[in-house]
Nanobody, 123 residues
Framework: QVQLVESGGGSVRTGGSLRLSCAYS?????????MAWFRQAPGKEREWVAT???????RYAEPLKVRFTIARDTPKSTTYLQMNSLGPEDTATYYC????????????????WGRGTQVTVSS
């Protein structure tokens, strides 16, 4: 059974940083796998943030690529999202997701999801 558990969310001021963690279990990282972060702001649809592939290659939503970094520590079974220069527009619930096979930016590709961690950025 695959489980994804996010942590590291919280409240920060504009310009601050946070590192989110996603501890995963029951999920094998191999050539068919990828993991991603999505986020959902209040009143908005969930949107893709970043994806990391089995070989540590990463892809980002264009507006976020300068400030956000996705990484994975395979021995620790944890995926991270480092977020810098945060602004109120980054306020959202952040979700970790995992896929096997197809791996684009679309939510439908991801079979496994965590419950999310809340990030609130105040000015």
């Amino acid at each position: 059974q695959v489980q994804l558990v996010e942590s590291g969310g919280g409240s920060v001021r504009t310009g601050g940083s946070l590192r989110l963690s996603c501890a995963y279990s029951g999920y094998t990282v191999d050539k068919e796998s990828c993991m991603a972060w999505f986020r959902q702001a209040p009143g908005k649809e969930r949107e893709w943030v970043a994806t990391i592939f089995y070989n540590q290659t990463a892809r980002y939503a264009e507006p976020l690529k300068v400030r956000f970094t996705i990484a994975r520590d395979t021995p620790k079974s944890t995926t991270y999202l480092q977020m810098n220069s945060l602004g109120p527009e980054d306020t959202a619930t952040y979700y970790c997701a995992a896929a096997r096979g197809a791996c684009t930016w679309q939510q439908a590709d991801f079979t496994y999801w965590g419950r999310g961690t809340q990030v609130t950025v105040s000015s």
